[in-house]
Every structure is written in structure tokens, then in C-alpha cells.
């Protein structure tokens, strides 16, 4: 019996369940979207004068993201470390193939292999994280501008944007009652908000709560 408990337990979190309980969970959602997606618009805009195509690239990836991060937090896709791994050694390995695949010039070539090797190097971190797979492809794709960056593009824009969207995440997420970011299978029921911020940012990080 207790083996099908812990089974239970474990299927309970790997499994999506909807994060979305009640009505007014919608509008947090929205307001963490919009400022996660807004700050991240800005930035980039700011200071990398990059053009609309350039922005469409960049923050569509970051868009999935958000999709995960504030209106799905409690799938596994969506943890903090799914998303701040997923996207820095997606993008990682997608600048690596355009410096090694891309100089044979078999554009198909160099964007399947960086999205496979991405998906692959995300499954073995246990950090799966879908859009990852996008800041992948982007490097392959994306302008001269773009690629320009090296292995800058891994830590901006792609991981500054990820930290972006990570703490106001952690700020928009934890501010109702029934949400928890990280997800916590088992929330304290009397709990100040000042409390529940501690000890989801130090989960976070992964320190004990």
C-alpha cells in the first residue's frame, strides 16, 4: 500500500496539472505575462537595437516560455531549473553548430542537428524545457546580428531573458494564496506572504526551505 502511495505521489507531480484553480488565477497569469514578456521587450529593444524580425525571433521563444512559466507552473517543464538550464545549453549548443556544422552550409543540416542535440542534452540534465529548443534554432536562424553575438547569445539575450521571466515568475507567482512557484506538493497552510517568498526563493536556488 505505501508503494502505491509513493507511486502516486510521484505520478502526481510528473503529470501536468492544470495550475489555473480559480477565475481570479487568470489575471495573475496575465500580469505576469505581461510583465515578463514587456521587460524582455524592452531590454532587448534598449539595448541591442535589435529589428521587429530580430525581436519576432527572440521573443517567441521567450513566449512559449511564458505560456509555461506563469499560466502552467506547477508542470515539471516549467521549474525553475527546466528553464534556466533548458534555454542557457539549448543555445549553448546552437551557437556550437553554427561554428562547426554551419561552415559545411547545409542550412537543414545545421538546424535539425542543433535542435536534436538540444532536445537530447536537456533529456540527459533533466532539465527538459520545450522552448528550449527554440533558443536552439534561433542561433542557426536568426540574423547576422544574431549570430555576431558568438557565445555572448547565451548569456544575453537568451539567459538574461530567462532570469527575467524567472523572477517575476517568483514575484507574480507567489503572490495569491493557492499558487506556488516552485511547485510545492505540499504547501504550508498557515503561512505569511513574506514567508511563502523566502522559502520559495530558496528553493529556488536550492537551498532548504
Not at 524592452?42 to 525571433?57: G, I, P, R, W
Request: hydrophobic share 45%; glycine share 8%.
Amino acid at each position: 500500500m505505501e508503494r502505491i502511495q509513493k507511486s502516486y505521489r510521484k505520478a502526481k507531480y510528473i503529470v501536468y496539472k492544470q495550475t489555473i484553480l480559480d477565475p481570479i488565477d487568470h489575471i495573475w497569469t496575465f500580469v505576469g505575462a505581461v510583465l515578463g514578456i514587456g521587460a524582455i521587450g524592452f531590454v532587448q529593444s534598449y539595448f541591442y537595437d535589435f529589428s521587429a524580425l530580430e525581436n519576432v525571433f527572440l521573443i517567441g521563444s521567450f513566449g512559449a516560455t511564458a505560456v509555461l512559466v506563469y499560466g502552467a507552473t506547477n508542470s515539471p517543464l516549467a521549474q525553475p531549473r527546466n528553464l534556466i538550464v533548458g534555454h542557457g545549453i539549448s543555445a549553448f549548443i546552437g551557437v556550437t553548430m553554427v561554428k562547426t556544422i554551419g561552415y559545411f552550409d547545409v542550412f537543414w543540416l545545421t538546424c535539425a542537428l542543433a535542435v536534436a542535440s538540444s532536445i537530447v542534452a536537456m533529456q540527459m540534465l533533466k532539465a527538459l524545457h520545450p522552448p528550449g529548443g527554440a533558443s536552439a534554432l534561433i542561433a542557426v536562424i536568426g540574423s547576422e546580428k544574431i549570430k555576431s553575438l558568438g557565445y555572448f547569445y547565451v548569456l544575453s539575450p537568451v539567459l538574461s531573458g530567462a532570469i527575467i521571466l524567472l523572477v517575476i515568475a517568483l514575484l507574480v507567482n507567489n503572490f495569491p494564496k493557492n499558487r506556488h512557484y516552485p511547485y510545492n506538493m505540499h504547501p504550508k497552510k498557515y503561512q505569511s506572504r513574506r514567508e511563502k517568498y523566502i522559502m520559495n526563493f530558496k528553493r529556488c536556488v536550492g537551498l532548504k526551505a
